[in-house]
């Protein structure tokens, strides 16, 4: 995906208000990340382990997306595959839950998927990291393939939120 600066992932959040966009944690190394691999950027907020963004340009435009990960209960060690790469990685796949935009989000709906916890789906689809033995099945689809593959998944859900 084509590098984004800070000021241009603030503008793009669609399902918080203008002021939590401009607050929100947005990982200082922009400039180091590995943009051609990525089909999306995912980060954690480092002081608030509930939260989550991404951000993905599905159709020329950024969209970002505030995700929360509901505190896990006991027991949750149930095995789960990402929804987006399918990948079930070693550090685990978590339920993402994103508020929708507009008026839906603003009456208290909100929509769900299963993400990889740190968000490197992009990076698991083309090998770039490790998920970890048995994380990924095999199959006899082309990257080119299950990239796009990981791509229409994302840009399903970022519609679920948007529409
Ligand atoms: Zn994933």
């Not at 048995?134 to 080119?144: I, N, Q, V």
């Amino acid at each position: 995906m084509t590098p984004l600066t800070e000021p241009e992932i603030r503008a793009a959040f669609v399902n918080c208000t203008k002021g939590e966009a401009k607050r929100l944690h947005v990982p200082r190394d922009l400039g180091t990340r590995p943009w051609d691999d990525l089909d999306f950027l995912g980060w954690r907020d480092p002081q608030a382990l509930d939260r989550a963004y991404l951000v993905a340009v599905p159709d020329g435009r950024p969209v970002a997306l505030a995700l929360r990960r509901p505190s896990p209960g006991p027991g949750r060690q149930r095995r789960t595959m990402c929804s987006v790469c399918l990948t079930n990685p070693v550090g685990g796949v978590s339920l993402m839950v994103a508020r929708k935009a507009g008026k839906a989000g603003q009456q208290g709906n909100s929509v769900g998927i299963y993400l990889c916890d740190d968000l490197a789906c992009s990076l698991y689809v083309r090998g770039r990291k490790d998920a970890g033995p048995g994380a990924r099945l095999p199959e006899s689809l082309t990257l080119e393939e299950k990239v796009e593959r990981t791509r229409s998944h994302l840009t399903a859900f970022i519609t679920r939120v948007t529409t």
